[in-house]
């Protein structure tokens, strides 16, 4: 699964990852039996009790990546995603998108690559910070330029060196995608300044194909998934999954406005699914293309909300749960039974619904 990040906190979620706060009811046909669709809690646990994340993990500002720790740029930068890379050498590297404050009012996002000895390469600025996108293995980088008139240029760049591969003007654009030929694009429509197309672009080819004249969520390669508006625009209405190689090809007819997709794993046969909005009261596992359940994890019973959840394997996801004062990161599995893989860590979060301090990130 190619990783897509945001300045919203649910790992994937389709710009991802950020719509208002909806709860709606589940279809009867997608209900699965108690046998089938476990619902668990989570672990009463305050300290480590499994192996360490195998995905790098961000808290303040310092990232974690197994034995590896380094401390990122203090203020004015808040970091959004973080995203380990391969390296032609020795030693490990992250992709760090960077909320970074270069005057009064004004937010640009930088794009650093950090070394395992703490070092920091600025890879690429731009001025919008709604995307990034980066293959999944690693060595693409894409992200769209905000230009006058209502224009992006979206550029894909080598995400070790940050040498520019590829750079195209689009009507205001959005990534949500890329793999080592092309990137896919939701771009606004010409004549209608409320709805989009999602678009691939062939980047080595130069070439431009509309796949869909319709508002989209978010696409995943890999997993060959374009989630776009049901019918109309987005705002008010339910959402569906179609087959991003061939886009009339309905895989899964109607999910309930509200409803953010976190990401498929790596089989493309399972997703993540919270409702959308500032945390996640539960955390569901679907299967793909039936739209059933097969597990959920329910913070509710424990007065416990999630901010995030990504695939660590095909077969497990990792999560934070946090409540007023503490946070930790899980690991569950295909039925949702999870350990905790980090000591508890102190947060602000008054509310109980949003982590104000510190920034917790989880990477890919």
């Known amino acids: 699964m190619a990783r897509t990040v945001s300045s919203?906190?649910?790992?994937?979620?389709?710009?991802?990852?950020?719509v208002a706060a909806a709860l709606a009811l589940p279809l009867a046909a997608t209900t699965a039996t108690p046998a089938t669709?476990?619902?668990?809690?989570?672990?009463?646990?305050?300290?480590?009790?499994?192996?360490?994340?195998?995905l790098p993990y961000i808290v303040g500002d310092v990232l974690t990546d197994g034995d590896?720790?380094?401390?990122?740029?203090?203020?004015p930068v808040t970091p959004l995603s973080v995203t380990r890379v391969a390296t032609p050498g020795d030693g490990r590297n992250w992709v760090v998108t960077e909320l970074m404050r270069s005057e009064p009012q004004v937010d640009d996002l930088r794009i650093s690559r950090y070394v395992e000895d703490g070092s920091?390469?600025?890879l690429a600025r731009t001025n919008t910070f709604e995307e990034v996108g980066i293959s999944d293995r690693s060595t693409r980088l894409a992200y769209a330029t905000d230009l006058p008139r209502q224009r992006s240029?979206?550029?894909?760049?080598?995400?070790?060196?940050?040498?520019?591969?590829?750079?195209?003007?689009?009507?205001?654009?959005?990534?949500?995608?890329?793999?080592?030929?092309q990137v896919v694009l939701s771009r606004r429509a010409p004549k209608a300044r409320a709805h989009t197309f999602a678009v691939s672009w062939d980047y080595r080819r130069s070439t431009v194909d509309v796949l869909l004249r319709r508002d989209t969520y978010g696409a995943?390669?890999?997993?060959?998934?374009?989630?776009v508006a049901r019918g109309g625009r987005i705002a008010n209405d339910d959402v569906q999954v179609r087959r991003l190689s061939d886009p009339r090809d309905v895989v899964i007819k109607r999910i309930p406005f509200g409803r953010a997709q976190l990401g498929w794993?790596?089989?493309?046969?399972?997703?993540?699914?919270?409702?959308?909005?500032?945390?996640?009261?539960?955390?569901?596992?679907?299967?793909?293309?039936?739209?059933?359940?097969a597990s959920r994890l329910d913070g509710r019973r424990t007065d416990s909300s999630f901010s995030q959840a990504v695939w660590e394997s095909k077969r497990r996801y990792v999560t934070v749960e946090f409540d007023e004062d503490s946070a930790r990161l899980l690991r569950c599995d295909l039925r949702s039974r999870c350990t905790q893989v980090?000591?508890?860590?102190?947060?602000?979060?008054?509310?109980g619904y949003v982590i104000d301090e510190p920034t917790v990130l989880l990477g890919s």
């Open 8 to 18: 919203a906190r649910f790992g994937r979620a389709t710009g991802r990852f950020a």
């Open 37 to 54: 669709a476990a619902t668990r809690t989570t672990p009463a646990a305050d300290e480590k009790t499994a192996s360490a994340p195998r």
């Open 68 to 75: 590896a720790s380094i401390t990122l740029d203090g203020a």
């Open 120 to 122: 920091r390469v600025t």
């Open 153 to 181: 240029r979206v550029t894909v760049i080598d995400s070790y060196t940050g040498e520019v591969l590829a750079a195209r003007r689009f009507p205001r654009a959005q990534v949500l995608d890329v793999d080592e030929n």
């Open 220 to 227: 995943d390669i890999n997993a060959d998934r374009l989630t």
């Open 265 to 293: 794993n790596s089989s493309g046969r399972r997703f993540l699914e919270g409702f959308s909005g500032a945390s996640l009261g539960q955390i569901t596992v679907r299967r793909d293309p039936q739209y059933t359940v």
């Open 342 to 351: 980090t000591d508890s860590f102190p947060v602000e979060a008054p509310n």
